[in-house]
């Protein structure tokens, strides 16, 4: 089975980074599919149903099944490597449920492939608009929600863990408990950072100069990161991954990045994609549930660089940037991949300036 110990985030540093999100990269789609019917016909014990394909834009192939007007969402984890985070993930999003984060329903996962050539997992389809859908469409009462979402992250703060970085699968699968893989935080964060760092400036999206201060503010704030215990970390928390109405959360998805980490992580992902108004509105609600960490501006600085880091290695070798403004991730009207490409950047550049020249939030 695959293990993430190398791995910082899965798309950028997968050994085959970029499989899964590539345009036309969607491998053995049809076989996939067909072995798909005999699964779910074993799962239902009949073949009365239909699949059809979710057109999915993460890490894995998605399905929609339909049965006795039930519909199912179906998710396929084909990739070379056999990762088997699947069961992490649907640990925990039963784990969050639990405490009263909304999420989906899951009937049945396995990442064995002892059956089946792929790991894969049933559940729940909500049938809510993802809310970045309805915030590009400008109908999104933006201040409600993320004022919801910041009690929910609090909350899931309170899953705590041993061990940082991604949960390691075969203590869950024996043991039942959740650990991470790397012994400091430390550690998992400077993970695979100068890989990242090079892949931008051989890209030509940072020149080496840029990159070099970018690391070196980093490296001067490292005592920010000695932290004694990791909590839950989304780790890929944005709008598409929140299911909703206008003004109401109804499901949080995609726990398939989880992380043991720094409270200061998901709150600065949002600040991947936010302003300072709306980041206030995510912090209010946070704080209804629990003060925020200690030494936070530091933490959150370091958090935004880390993250604004990944993202564009992304960005860049999945081609984002040469995208119009119907991707999901760019925003309507904007100037398409540039704009994406200039934001990409200018984020890195303030978490470097909040870092060096110890700004506030005020600046996003």
């Known amino acids: 089975m695959g293990t993430r110990k190398n791995i910082y985030y899965w798309k950028c540093d997968r050994p085959s980074a ?8 969607e491998g053995n789609a049809k076989e996939v599919q067909e072995e798909l019917e005999v699964l779910l016909t074993n799962y239902f014990g009949s073949e009365h149903f239909s699949l ?5 834009q993460g890490n894995h192939l998605t399905f929609l099944a339909s049965r006795n007007n039930e519909s199912y969402f179906v998710r396929v984890e084909n990739g070379p490597e056999k990762d ?7 640990t925990i999003i039963n784990r969050v449920r639990d405490i009263g984060i909304p999420t989906p329903n899951i009937y049945a996962v396995d990442s064995s492939r002892i059956k089946y050539d792929f790991a894969w997992q049933i559940m729940e389809n909500v049938e809510f608009s993802d809310l970045n859908r309805i915030y590009k469409s400008h109908k999104l009462q933006t201040r409600t929600v993320m004022r919801e979402l910041g009690t929910y992250i609090a909350r ?12 390691n699968s075969d203590i869950l699968r024996v043991d039942g408990r959740l650990e991470g893989l790397h012994s400091t935080y430390r550690d998992y964060y400077m993970l695979n950072i100068e890989k990242h760092f090079d892949f931008l400036v051989q890209h030509s999206f940072l020149t080496k100069e840029k990159a070099d201060s970018f690391l070196g503010a980093v490296v001067a704030n490292l005592k920010f990161l000695d932290i004694s215990r990791g909590c839950l970390v989304h780790k890929d928390l ?3 991954n929140v299911l909703g109405t206008e003004d109401c959360i109804k499901a949080v998805i995609d726990w398939d990045d989880t992380i043991s980490g720094d409270p200061t992580d998901d709150i600065s992902l949002m600040a991947c994609f ?14 209804e549930i629990k003060p925020l960490p200690e030494n936070f501006i530091p933490r959150f600085w370091l958090h935004l660089m880390r993250n604004m880091l990944f993202k564009a290695v992304i960005r860049v070798g999945a081609g984002y940037f040469k995208k119009d403004s119907n991707y999901f991730l760019i925003n309507s ?22 870092l060096t020249e ?7």
């Open 18 to 25: 970029f499989f899964a999100i590539k345009e036309g990269n």
């Open 52 to 56: 059809s394909s979710a057109g999915g």
């Open 84 to 90: 088997d985070y699947m069961e992490v993930e649907t």
């Open 156 to 167: 899931w703060q309170s899953i705590s863990t041993d061990g940082f970085g991604p949960y």
């Open 238 to 240: 944005a709008l598409w």
């Open 274 to 287: 936010h302003s300072k108004e709306e980041m206030n509105a995510l912090i209010e609600g946070y704080q």
């Open 333 to 354: 009207g904007s100037e398409g991949g540039l704009g994406l490409h200039n934001f990409t950047l200018s984020r890195l550049e303030l978490a470097y300036e909040g």
């Open 358 to 364: 110890l700004k506030s939030m005020d600046d996003l």
